[in-house]
């Protein structure tokens, strides 16, 4: 369910962003334990670090949120940014915690290698896991498809009416399903697959 509380915020609306056909190229993540998460998402989820770069200064782009000190980027995901979807991880030094909320929730991932360790000798169709950070990672035991085992990722926001003119209007993307509490939209035609919550 929606309306759940996460951390500290209370999560009043959640998008959902499918992958397929065109496709969002990566999202940033705010880390605040960069050694933790990156292991996470190497020796539990499978991911592989692309690149790392490091910085003195803030982004005049805010590409660090608004912080003026050293800060880091690293790219990491299933394969090149070319063909795949890729989370930018990044770390301000320090900073070691950030309030989730209107941000990014999760991600969801099809890859039958990662489920095999994931999964409790039970009969579910999928395992949730959360990052070190508190993200939550759902996977699936299903093949990956041709654009790589990420097929979706979730959002919270405190206003769907917005969110929706944001990705559907502006940038493209088709609304699937709506209703008061949540949003679900992606690119080219509505493939069948569950909402991450």
């Known amino acids: 369910g929606i309306n759940a509380e996460y951390g500290h915020y209370y999560i009043t609306n959640l998008i959902e962003i499918k992958m397929a056909g065109r496709r969002a190229l990566h999202w940033v993540l705010k880390i605040g334990d960069r050694s933790r998460t990156i292991e996470f998402l190497k020796n539990v989820l499978g991911m592989k670090v692309l690149r790392h770069e490091e910085f003195k200064e803030g982004c005049d782009a805010a590409c660090n949120g608004p912080y003026d000190g050293r800060w880091s980027k690293t790219m990491i995901g299933y394969g090149n940014e070319d063909k795949h979807f890729v989370l930018e991880l990044t770390y301000n030094y320090g900073i070691d915690k950030y309030e989730l909320g209107n941000d990014f929730l999760g991600m969801k991932i099809q890859s039958s290698k990662v489920f095999e360790k994931l999964q409790k000798n039970d009969e579910k169709a999928e395992a949730s896991i959360k990052s070190p950070d508190g993200y939550q990672f ?60």
Not at 138 to 165: F, H, R, W, Y
Not at 178 to 193: A, I, V
């Open 138 to 197: 759902v996977v699936t035991g299903e093949d990956q498809q041709a654009t790589g085992p990420v097929t979706s990722i979730s959002l919270a926001s405190t206003n769907l009416d917005k969110t929706q003119n944001f990705w559907s209007d502006i940038l493209g993307l088709n609304v699937y399903e709506k209703s008061d509490t949540t949003l679900t939209m992606g690119f080219g035609k509505r493939p069948s697959c569950h909402q991450v919550c």
